[in-house]
């Protein structure tokens, strides 16, 4: 933390302490100098006067050399001074007596013999050497004679300033305590007040119009509380006069939106009257006059409904009335229609209209056609109407694809007057063009733009501008998109014409008249759709508005096949087939998902759930009966039985390549290959073909080798129902096929998944009776 982060306390606190710090310190460094100093001084002076001394007392025993007299001398001097040694020297260098302490014991030695280097001049000096004081004296008898040098240790000096520093510490800590506890007394009471202030201004967005209530004696504290309670007061009337400000713009914004939704809905209901019975109108025989007057009432209709149209989306938009749907679309259906819609008036203005995919591009895609197309439309509108030469083009292109996400970008370009950079952002701002002269010349709202950029960002796209003037306009954005799973969306094989509708319905399913099918769908009008493709195909259709009562009408009645909407009230598809599953009598009734939910993980949970087949919404009528002639097979009679196959797709015939690879193998082959399997128990069901059963262990092995991993997959996060179903139909598959290790292996493991228990040990049994069984099928079919 930084001294500026710091709280005014710590400030003070901090600011206090380091003052007394200081101080004390200051003084204990000031006083261990000086008496260093005058220590330092009085030692030298104590050092220079011993030498001095002998040396004058012994000149003249030197000279006669008295060596007893010098050495009496030299004792009586070191036994009260502060030396630690003292030696007398001649003037050849030779030590004369050498006189040292004993540190330990403080006696002194004395010493004879051993020789000195002398210093160069003959004057007396100090120096310090090893922490001493070190001092030579001259002995002068008319002539230099000798030395005198004396050692003066500083240890006790030095001991001393250690001493003041110690004490200094102690004094700085005690210092250190009290001033501290003088700024917590003093400031504790004016810091709590200030806090309280603070956390006063940290909550007066949400609490302005209260008051905060201290008295103090502080007159800065007393300066602001009074500015908060201030600032409190202002802002609590300026919140005020907002939220009434916000409120009625917000009910006039409403009551605008909601007028202009209501009253273009309104008025483009006669006007569709009013189209469609000039339309009518232009049909008839007339007088040429008065077909000119109904064109033109017809095109300017038109013209002031698509104005009507825009209106009603800016206004939907404004009041949050526009949803983004997300269903299953062919792209090429799409650019299709836009083709159908704007190549004719771009022919007729000599435009080349161009539509280009990339060739990755996924076709089968999830997401709001209706809105990609109203963006485009109104793109392209633009586009055809601001190019008077050249060309017009749509350009899709994928930029990424993971998984079931498709990201692509769409393009829209042409080679028109084009737009300044500077007049962008005019683009999207509501009933506003350019300039005025487009609106004269070209005509328009100037609320196409501002829709599809609308729309567009409630599908998490933006657009992307390129132009510039007279070298046309490009257009771009881009969408991520669901990938629809292969097949989910039936097409229509069946033709196009009403007239041919039924025919064409019945010739599909020819096998499935007299069938009965019940349909599990809550809403009215899918229900008569419907019911009247299968009244066409010659299928009986019963009703039920939810799974609950298609639960009742099954205990009831007898039916051929069940079409289960997914999301219904009271009981939903998915309940309801699990509840139906649950019974053995249901086991074999083909169930078929009607939704518009079909990537390919919901898939993947229709199937799972027990249902045997995904058909796509909207319902295609083809696609519809060839489903259910796939699922429902006719047995004997009159009457239609269901026949629940191993794969989601029917048992086909097999083809020439497999019917010789089958004519190659004898059932002794099969028996040594399909070791896991029990062939006697088979035999009958293809009736000693082995083709058939190539095909459908081909199928098995297609449709059912990735579920141990989707089955690990649910037990682990606990989805014990979910695995049991799969289980459950694996075991009927492996049962029907002889794999009876697989079959019995899954009896066990479904029994214990029942009780909503999980073992691991039953798991990897399991698990390694899968394995072994797809191991022998690969084996075979490779």
């Known amino acids: 933390m930084s001294f500026q982060s710091k709280s005014l306390f710590a400030r003070l606190a901090l600011v206090g302490t380091l003052g007394s710090l200081l101080s004390v310190f200051s003084l204990g460094t000031y006083v ?48 009260f001074s502060n030396l630690d040694r003292l030696n007398v020297i001649n003037r050849r260098g030779n030590i004369v007596v050498d006189a040292k302490r004993d540190q330990q014991n403080k006696t002194w030695t004395l010493f004879h013999g051993g020789v000195e280097k002398l210093p160069s001049d003959n004057q007396s000096f100090s120096s310090i050497l090893d922490n001493h004081i070190v001092t030579w004296t001259p002995i002068i008898a008319g002539s230099l004679v000798g030395w005198v040098r004396s050692d003066m240790p500083l240890d006790q000096i030095t001991a001393t300033q250690h001493l ?71 802002l609590h009337n300026q919140d005020q006069e907002l939220r009434k400000s916000r409120d009625l713009a917000q009910e006039v914004a409403k009551s605008k939106s909601e007028f202009l939704a209501n009253m273009s809905h309104e008025i483009r209901t006669p006007m569709n ?147 300044a950079q500077e007049n962008f952002d005019k683009l999207f701002q509501p009933f506003s063009q350019v300039d005025g002269s487009i609106t004269r010349k070209f005509g328009g709202t100037g609320l196409g733009l501002v829709i599809s950029q609308s729309l567009l960002k409630l599908m998490g796209g933006e657009f992307d501008v390129h132009s510039q003037p007279g070298q046309g306009t490009a257009f771009r954005f881009s969408l991520q998109l669901g990938v629809a799973a292969q097949g989910a969306i039936q097409k229509n094989r069946s033709g196009s014409k009403v007239g041919n509708l039924e025919r064409n319905l019945k010739e599909i399913g020819h096998n499935l008249q007299g069938t009965k099918v019940l349909v599990a769908e809550d809403q009215h009008i899918n229900q008569k759709v419907i019911s009247e493709f299968l009244r066409l195909a010659g299928i009986a ?188 139909t694996i075991k009927g598959v492996a049962g029907n096929l002889g794999a009876m290790n697989l079959h019995q292996a899954c009896i066990v493991f479904e029994s214990q998944l029942k009780q909503g228990e999980f073992d691991t040990k039953k798991l990897q049994a399991w698990l390694k009776s899968f394995d072994d069984t797809m191991s022998n099928i690969e084996t075979l079919l490779h």
């Not at 001033?179 to 003093?186: C, D, E, K, L, P």
């Not at 203005?349 to 990609?372: C, Q, T, W, Y």
């Not at 098995?700 to 459950?728: M, P, R, V, Y």
């Open 273 to 419: 009257g009013i189209i469609g019975l000039t339309q009518l109108a232009l049909n008839l025989p007339t007088d040429p006059v008065v077909k000119d007057y109904l064109s033109k009432v017809f095109s300017s209709s038109q013209s002031l409904l698509g104005i009507l149209n825009d209106i009603l989306d800016i206004s939907k938009l404004e009041a949050s009335r526009i949803n983004i749907e997300t269903r299953a679309f062919n792209l090429d259906h799409l650019l299709s229609n836009l083709r159908n819609m704007f190549e004719e008036s771009a022919t007729s203005k000599n435009i080349e209209f161009i539509i280009e995919v990339e060739a990755s591009v996924p076709r089968h895609l999830l997401g709001d056609a209706m809105r990609i197309q109203q963006i485009i439309s109104n793109l392209l509108g633009n586009a055809i109407k601001f190019t008077g030469q050249g060309s017009v083009a749509v350009k899709v292109f994928l930029q990424k694809l993971e998984k079931s996400k498709a990201q692509l970008t769409f393009s829209i370009e042409d080679t028109g007057i084009g737009i």
């Open 32 to 79: 261990a100098y000086k008496q260093g100093k005058e220590a330092t001084q009085s030692a030298y002076k104590e050092s220079n006067l011993i030498t001095s001394g002998l040396a004058t007392a012994l000149a003249s025993d030197l000279i006669v050399k008295n060596y007893a007299d010098i050495d009496q001398t030299v004792t009586q001097v070191t036994t």
């Open 164 to 234: 003041i520093f110690r004490d200094t510490f102690l004094v700085a800590l005690l210092s250190v305590v009290l001033s501290t506890g003088v700024v917590i007394i003093a400031l504790r009471h004016p810091i709590k007040q200030l806090r309280i202030a603070a956390d006063f201004a940290d909550e007066l967005p949400k609490i302005h119009g209260q008051f905060l209530n201290i008295s103090s004696s502080t007159s800065e504290l007393q300066h602001l509380v009074s500015a908060l309670n201030r600032a409190s007061k202002e």
């Open 541 to 728: 259709a019963v009703i039920s508005n939810n799974g609950q009562e298609a639960l009742d009408l099954l205990e009831q009645e007898d039916f051929d096949a069940v079409l289960m909407d997914v999301h219904m009230p009271v009981m939903d598809g998915i309940e309801a087939t699990r509840n139906i599953r649950s019974y053995p009598k249901y086991a074999r009734l083909p169930i078929i998902a009607v939704t518009a939910a079909v990537t390919q993980e919901e898939q993947e949970s229709y199937l799972a759930c027990g249902m045997n087949a995904v058909l796509a919404k909207p319902v295609n009528p083809g696609g519809l009966i060839k489903l259910l002639s796939q699922w429902i097979v006719r047995q004997s009679g009159d009457s239609a039985k269901a026949v629940q196959l191993p794969v989601e797709q029917p048992v086909e015939q097999p083809t020439s390549q497999e019917h010789n690879q089958a004519k190659a193998l004898s059932w002794a082959d099969l028996s040594r290959v399909l070791t896991e399997f029990d062939l006697e128990n088979i035999k009958s069901i293809p009736k000693d073909k082995p083709e058939f059963l190539l095909r459908m262990l081909q199928k098995f092995f297609d449709g059912f080798n990735d579920k141990a991993k989707i089955i690990t997959d649910q037990i682990c996060n606990g989805e014990l129902d979910t695995a049991k179903t799969i289980i459950h």
